[in-house]
């Protein structure tokens, strides 16, 4: 997947005539229009085929009551003016026609950012004649017979002898519901400035979309980008409310006027030269009380109900260190502009009464980093929603108790996705925004604006014309906002099994509420996310897989993911279960729902293996006979009766098949024992298992087993493991871990590309009454220098000094007596953030988690979830921070979740170095690391190994020029969780591994056991 994604919404007009260092960033990861695989094929436009000598371009349209827009709404015709250029010097007559083309596009599995297009059909073509002069134009008006299918359709001119070319894209959609709404839970974005029009507002109405995000930049009323920022922010703000569509600003920095040093400021090198590399537009504090005041000013003019304006946030993706918008001052700089943010919202709603949001931070890890990290709730009273980009399934802020039981009166904080572009097809789009929804979030974004519309500014004989191109996507848009729209999500269908059923009530004005819900089928949630997040990853669904629902009263009704009705025959409806979703509702008559509820509940379900199978390791000793258990659930809706059978291939122990019965979604846990066997040196048990239920099908499993055993022993931490012979070794899989969409989504200008690694490390774990031991043998050819001493990390050394050179050597010079906020380099994290050869170990012992364990209404592990209770950094120093190793206390019980960046600030309960033991050193290609921390550190992970029981413990080895390697990697018990270790925004596997301890004073676990 490609790095580099455009931020479409928010770099402001002014920014773009301005000689500042914000240049519009390279459209190469979104794939639109003719850059989509396919659309030369289908619309026989490939390079021998397309048009030279002419050109064609739409100037004019006319559907229904509307101009300006190729959306076209059931039963109604639409006409096109396009105008034919000659572009040669000769004159040019020929026959011509309009052919019009259905087509579809569709994004594969595992990818994202490119739909591919395939055609429907040739519905029809309109004939024309051109007789050009040289040089010369002609107006052909075409009215296509559009059929009334819900879907994308294109014109495309083909002239005899001249050759093809594309001349408009449209598309037919189901009727929107009028009337604007204050909190829409779905919203598009805007263009470019330079595209922006009010036909954009006018295709809004028409698809149904309620909300837009537009950027608001601030420039002091003397900067001379002012007026012309307020002019354009008026224009869009007065179509908003022209066209029933409520706006969030995105607040951000519009004037070089407000900035140290008159300029943004790049990341510095070494002696202090500005590099060229992405800036921070903060403004001075001087500023801060007039941008409060013009904050005021926004709300009271355009707040609602008198206006659109229903929320601000502070700037678009205002990461650490460095973004994408302009962003990279610290964290104290960010606080204090949001309180002259929120502030100035709040003087206008006490003077005006607005109703007006206040919240940002783009993401719930960005929230708590720079507004919660001192332990305190000083910003909750102003955090009315968090925004998030790009959390596939990891919506986790609508798992935060404390956000969620806000007492306000703007109630709880509320969970807005503002841009996750991962649905850009129609056949996509609905399901994505039902499983958004299915998380908590009470805002989507979901699709990247430039798959549904394109808009253009022309001049047309010395008159400005704005035609605003359409494309397939937009009909899906549309079905999903009159389908889901303002509904709220109530619940999973199936509670615990397949298909996914998202099921909505009605909305509350419905003329009969009861009869107006809805419900999203989707039979394959692996085709829209990485298939390692999801629930029921293991299950098998066949490409013909379907749902059969028996109507025989005729009240159901079935939709595709444009709204198009999917026919019943002989009173049976059938339904694809694959990666798009299908809308089911009742027909509106009394029960009608009801019944729908009930067909559902007891349909047919072909294609989806019977099964899940997760493995457990094995917790005792081989040697004194042991056994592992495999948990079973049945994710159809009826019983099913199966025989489970099991073998660890390496070793010849014969195991009973054992007979159970599930009933519907039922999960149970079954145990298979071993007798005592010698146990092999690797600790490898490469496990094969099956549950065959007949003609229901068989589901399989192949997995490597361990057993997950820490040894009673005390260890000598000298870098010498010579003291750990006998104890059972943990083989860290050989799969890398890469960067992840969230990763590349927030950072696209940043390479991800790491090396292939050796994918061999080795883990060991032992204690005694004092310490919990760790040690890890790493196959490393890259050894690293070490990192800085956190304990003694000089913060100030992360932002600009005094003394600056510009990239052609003129010195600047910072204002006096203000903060240096802006970052002239990245941070340095106890993590190591993926950079650094380092090991984070993890514990999971707590029963009870600072977040809820799911959002309601879903299984739990539906989205990401709290699973770590302590965990701990083992690092070397480097020799000019003084050398040696440093055991860094990232998480324990009471510590804010934070990244401890340069500046944050500090709580009263906070991570910091460990007063343990630790060696790390490299040897003959090979990575030792051997450390030893005090119970103290971690008092309740020796609570439970003293009371007998199992802990959950996990652990990554970070390579500083290959992928890191987690313990839990594919195994079957866990599935990705950003909670596990820290950084937030990497991939990581969650701490469901269990093991169990010896006892002190008993004998230690030994491969030797045996032999």
Not at 246 to 270: D, E, F, K
Not at 500 to 528: H, I, M, S
Not at 686 to 700: F, I, M, R, Y
């Amino acid at each position: 997947m490609a790095n580099k994604r455009r931020f479409v919404l928010l770099a402001s007009s002014c920014l773009a005539a301005l000689s500042i260092a914000f240049p519009l960033p390279v459209l190469a990861q979104m794939v639109t229009g003719s850059r989509m695989p396919g659309y030369a094929d289908v619309f026989g436009l490939a390079a021998d085929q397309q048009a030279k000598d002419y050109s064609v371009e739409e100037i004019a349209v006319f559907a229904g009551q509307s101009t300006g827009v190729n959306s076209v709404l059931p039963g109604e015709s639409i006409s096109l003016t396009f105008r034919f250029k000659n572009r040669t010097s000769h004159p040019m007559e020929a026959n011509g026609e309009m052919e019009l083309i259905s087509y579809a596009t569709k994004v594969p599995a595992g990818e994202v950012w490119k739909p591919q297009v395939s055609r429907i059909a040739k519905e029809g073509s309109t004939p024309f004649h051109l007789n050009l002069a040289p040089g010369g134009t002609q107006d052909v008006v075409v009215v296509p017979q559009v059929p009334e299918r819900f879907g994308g359709y294109v014109l495309v001119s083909d002239v005899e002898g001249r050759g093809r070319s594309f001349a408009a894209a449209l598309a037919r959609s189901i009727s929107p519901d009028n009337g604007r709404v204050q909190f829409p839970t779905y919203a598009l974005d805007a263009t470019w400035p330079q595209f922006m029009n009010e036909k954009v507002f006018t295709l809004f109405e028409r698809l149904g979309v309620k909300a837009m995000r537009l950027p608001a930049s601030y420039a002091p009323a003397s900067a001379p980008e002012a007026a012309t920022l307020e002019r354009d922010l008026d224009a869009y703000m007065g179509w908003a409310k022209t066209h029933d569509v409520a706006v969030m600003l995105t607040l951000q920095n519009g004037s070089t006027v407000t900035q140290p040093l008159g300029r943004p400021r790049p990341w510095l090198s070494p002696e202090g030269t500005m590099l060229k590399s992405k800036s921070d537009e903060a403004w001075l504090p001087q500023y801060d009380p007039d941008f409060q005041n013009w904050v005021e000013r926004l709300a009271m003019r355009y707040g609602w109900p008198s206006g659109n304006l229903n929320a601000v946030e502070l700037w678009n993706e205002p990461w650490e260190s460095t973004s994408i918008s302009g962003w990279g001052a610290d964290i104290p700089r960010y606080r204090e502009i949001y309180t002259s943010m929120a502030q100035g919202v709040e003087a206008a709603r006490k003077k005006a009464g607005v109703q007006v949001l206040i919240g940002g931070t783009c993401s719930s890890s960005n929230a708590r980093d720079k507004l919660f990290a001192d332990g305190s709730d000083q910003f909750l009273k102003w955090l009315d929603f968090v925004s998030v980009h790009y959390q596939p399934l990891a919506a986790d802020a609508t798992e935060e108790p404390a956000w969620r039981n806000r007492k306000s009166p703007y109630g709880p904080v509320r969970v807005w996705d503002t841009e996750s572009w991962i649905a850009n097809s129609e056949d996509r789009f609905p399901a994505v925004i039902a499983s958004m929804r299915a998380q908590g979030l009470t805002r989507t974004a979901g699709i990247y604006a430039g798959n549904v519309y394109d808009s253009h500014n022309l001049v047309v004989d010395g008159k400005p014309v704005s035609i605003v191109q359409v494309w397939a996507p937009a009909a899906a848009v549309a079905a999903t906002q009159k389908f889901i729209g303002q509904r709220d999500f109530e619940r999973l269908l199936f509670a615990n099994g397949l298909p996914w059923v998202f099921t909505f009530r009605g909305l509350p004005g419905a003329a009969k509420p009861e009869e107006d819900g809805t419900l999203v089928v989707l039979g394959d949630l692996k085709a829209l996310y990485d298939p390692n997040r999801t629930v029921f990853r293991s299950v098998h669904i066949a490409s013909d897989a379907h749902l059969v629902l028996h109507d025989s009263e005729h009240r159901l009704r079935a939709f595709d993911s444009n709204g198009n009705a999917m026919p019943a025959l002989n009173g049976v409806l059938t339904v694809p279960l694959n990666g798009s979703g299908y809308f089911l509702r009742g027909d509106g008559r009394n029960g009608s729902f009801a019944a729908l509820l009930a067909a559902v509940r007891s349909a047919e379900i072909h294609g989806i293996d019977p099964v899940e199978i997760v493995a457990h390791d094995m917790t005792t000793p081989l040697g004194a006979g042991s056994s592992f258990r495999l948990t079973l659930t049945n994710v159809l809706n009826h019983p099913i009766d199966a025989n489970v059978s099991a073998r660890l291939t390496n070793l010849s122990l014969p195991l009973d098949t054992q007979r159970v019965r599930l009933v519907a979604n039922e999960t149970r846990t079954v145990t298979f024992s071993l007798p005592p066997e010698t146990p092999l040196p690797q600790n490898v048990y490469p496990l094969e298992a099956s549950v065959d239920a007949g003609a229901e099908g068989t589901a399989t499993l192949h997995e490597d087993l361990h057993v997950n055993r820490i040894a009673y022993r005390t260890i000598s931490v000298d870098g010498n493991l010579q003291d750990w012979v006998g104890v059972l070794p943990q083989i860290l899989p050989g799969t890398g871990i890469g960067a992840n969409l969230t990763e590349e989504a927030w950072l696209p200008y940043r390479d991800f590309t790491q090396g292939a690694g050796s994918n061999l490390a080795t883990a060991y774990l032992a204690y005694d009454d004092q310490f919990f031991y760790f040690a890890a043998k790493i196959a490393d050819t890259t050894p690293d220098a070490g990192m800085l001493r956190f304990a003694k990390r000089d913060d100030d050394s992360y932002f600009y000094p005094t003394h600056v050179q510009a990239p052609d050597g003129t010195p600047l010079t910072w204002p006096e007596n203000v903060r240096h906020f802006s970052y002239r380099k990245h941070f340095d994290v106890p993590s190591g953030s993926g950079e650094h050869d380092n090991v984070q170990i993890a514990f999971n012992v707590l029963p009870a988690k600072p977040l809820l364990p799911h959002p309601p209404g879903v299984m739990p592990h539906f989205i990401t979830y709290w699973d770590t209770d302590y965990e701990f950094a083992l690092n070397t120093v480097a020799q000019e921070y003084g050398g040696g190793t440093e055991i860094w206390r990232l998480q324990a019980p009471g510590i804010p979740r934070k990244h401890f960046f340069p500046r944050q600030p500090h709580s009263p309960i906070d991570g910091g170095p460990v007063d343990g033991k630790l060696v790390t050193r490299y040897e003959n290609g090979t990575r030792i690391v051997e450390a030893a921390i005090p119970w103290s550190a971690m008092p309740e992970v020796y609570a439970r190994i003293q009371r007998g029981e199992t802990i959950k413990f996990t652990c990554r080895v970070n390579d500083n020029k290959g992928p890191a390697h987690e313990l839990a990697t594919g195994r079957s018990v866990s599935t990705t969780n950003s909670f596990t270790f820290h950084d937030d925004w990497k991939t990581h596997w969650s701490n469901e591994l269990e093991f169990s301890a010896d006892r002190n004073g008993a004998t230690s676990t030994s491969i030797q056991e045996k032999q």
